[in-house]
């Protein structure tokens, strides 16, 4: 790999499962460097927290390391085809956040994105729209989630596409869902202090992979942006 000096790191708040990193977050972190609308992350190994992670670029990819090891690897992609459910209204997104199934079983409360545990997470709740086309959930990103200009960054947009989608997978018994490739394009950045749709619903299944699309829309109806990620279905506890 060619050397780079540049390095990233995750501080402990923006955690998912204990002891590592939101999938979402260190996606969009990697995707500031890929530098394109649409950049899909392959996670190979747990994320840490509060770590230098060394980039490098190898043949228009980037790799994040640890221990001179890849944990993740970001490049320029095409979205895959989604068929993106009719957007939920905010008051159709407020309902179905009361039925947000993390409310009784989360495997991961002090999620940075999705934990009922964190106050100072983004707090997106999705839970099932009444036709049960998608789950859904209201976000007012908050003044901590923007840059200077009142927009949210990109690593933030990137963890808010990212747990809705699990939420509607079917798993297995005594098993856990973890990122495993995530492709993202984003159009245009929310902005701090409005109010967004965030939704999420199922793409299929191969064996222990999952698929699910999850997307942004304003107020309005409008998309921002849209996701498509494969899940790794693992033992409970394993991680």
Known sequence: MTPNTTAIRIENRYNGPPGSANGGYICGRMAEHAGTACVETRLMAPPPLDTDMPLRLDNAQWFALHDDQPVARARQASLPELNVPAPATVDEAREAETRFSGFVDHPFPGCYVCGPDRDDGLRLFPG????????????????????????????????????????????????????????????????????????????????????????????????????????????AGSR
Request: net charge negative; proline share 7%.
């Open 128 to 235: 099932w729209l009444d036709d049960r086309r998608a789950v859904a959930c209201p976000w007012t990103p908050a003044a901590s989630h923007g840059d200077d200009r009142g927009r949210v960054t990109l690593p933030q947009v990137y963890a808010a596409l990212d747990c809705p989608g699990s939420f509607t997978l079917e798993k297995d018994p005594d098993t856990w869902v973890v990122l495993g490739s995530f492709t993202v394009q984003v159009d245009a950045l929310p902005n701090v202090g409005e109010t967004y749709v965030v939704s999420g619903w199922p793409l299929g299944r191969d064996g222990r992979k999952h698929f699910a699309g999850t997307a942004v829309h304003d107020a309005a109806g409008r998309c921002l942006a849209r996701a498509h990620a494969v899940w790794v279905q693992i033992p």
